[in-house]
């Protein structure tokens, strides 16, 4: 019999879902869509990415409500880069 508290365990160390490169590319251009296609904190409307709030390292999915709609400046600041 399975300890339950090791099943627990494994279930934590799962990574978030993980959508295949299609399924992907559907729900990022449906963030941009209810993110207007801009950037809402700098207004920007160019060089658009899609960031995770949530990293999947953290378990944050493929999900929509887990992404926002990012300038590549902004971005790159998220990621510890200079922007």
Same mark, same amino acid.
């Given at each position: @019999?399975? +300890?339950?508290? +090791?099943?627990?365990?494994? *279930?934590? !160390?799962?990574?978030?879902? !993980?959508? +295949?490169?299609?399924?992907? *590319?559907? %729900? *990022?251009?449906? %963030?941009?869509?209810?993110?207007?296609?801009?950037?809402?904190?700098?207004?920007? @409307? =160019?060089?658009? =990415?899609?960031? *995770?709030? !949530?990293?999947?390292?953290?378990?944050?999915?493929? %999900?929509?409500? +887990?992404?926002?709609?990012?300038? %590549?400046?902004?971005?790159?600041?998220?990621?510890?880069?200079?922007?």
């Amino acid at each position: @019999m399975q +300890n339950p508290i +090791n099943s627990v365990l494994l *279930r934590q !160390k799962q990574l978030g879902l !993980k959508l +295949n490169p299609e399924e992907y *590319r559907i %729900v *990022r251009n449906r %963030v941009l869509e209810r993110d207007g296609w801009r950037f809402q904190e700098c207004g920007s @409307m =160019e060089g658009l =990415e899609v960031h *995770r709030m !949530k990293p999947r390292s953290r378990l944050g999915g493929d %999900v929509m409500h +887990n992404f926002i709609t990012l300038c %590549v400046g902004c971005h790159s600041k998220c990621h510890g880069g200079r922007g």
